[in-house]
């Protein structure tokens, strides 16, 4: 695989991943302020930021689509689950058990298979 597409990957699965944590803050801010309406969620700067930022890695997710086969980048995308539990560890405070991260590493480990089987 071409190390620039790779970086686009990686750059799309992380802007997913920050998307999330956007979302989670956007929603848990609104909460806290109890205005729980739906109006409310749309009107959040977070939640605006992480729709904004899905749509660009959606465009970039595009681009590696349209030179990679489905069954060759998809599985990149479980690196999304690895990066955003970390986020919510580091930015949110959740917390980690045993299970979850062992099948977290069994996610990284699966996308390290599928990226040395691609010619």
């Known amino acids: 695989m071409q190390p620039a597409l790779l970086m686009l990957i990686l750059t799309s699965v992380a802007m997913s991943a920050i998307a999330q944590l956007l979302l989670k803050m956007g929603v848990g801010q609104v909460r806290a302020d109890g205005a729980g309406s739906g109006l409310a969620f749309v009107q959040s700067p977070w939640v605006i ?8 890695g959606a465009i970039l997710w595009l681009y590696v689509l349209a030179r990679l086969p489905l069954s060759a980048a998809y599985p990149f995308v479980g690196l999304g689950f690895i990066l955003t539990m970390a986020l919510g560890v580091l930015a949110l405070g959740e917390s980690l058990s ?22």
């Open 49 to 56: 930021g992480g729709f904004g930022l899905y749509g660009l």
């Open 98 to 119: 045993p299970i979850r991260i062992a099948g977290t590493l069994l996610i990284a480990l699966g996308c390290v298979c599928v990226s040395r089987s691609i010619a």
